[in-house]
């Protein structure tokens, strides 16, 4: 699994990010306390709070393809970590 931390404080970047999410050949997922929600439903990023970075899941130990279709969205560097 890696994690990083994405900005989504816009409408449009939802938007984008889910439509992104829901084409990856892997899981997203959001993480904000003790919430964690797909990335593909736009209603659960939106029930999220906006204004700061939130912690992202994805299902896979794949940087390039991460950084190629999620590069936009990253704050910092994706990590690789052993919890799944």
């Not at 990010?17 to 306390?33: D, M």
């Not at 991460?66 to 990590?79: A, C, E, N, T, V």
Request: with cysteine; charged share 20%.
């Amino acid at each position: 699994m890696i994690e990083s931390y994405v900005s989504l404080n816009s409408i449009d970047k939802v938007r984008k990010f889910s439509s992104i999410a829901k084409n990856c050949p892997f899981n997203v997922y959001l993480v904000s306390g003790s919430r964690r929600i797909n990335a593909t439903s736009i209603l659960g990023i939106f029930s999220l709070n906006l204004m700061k970075p939130i912690k992202m899941e994805v299902d896979s130990n794949d940087f390039i393809a991460i950084k190629r279709k999620l590069g936009d969205f990253l704050i910092g560097q994706p990590i690789t970590t052993n919890n799944k």
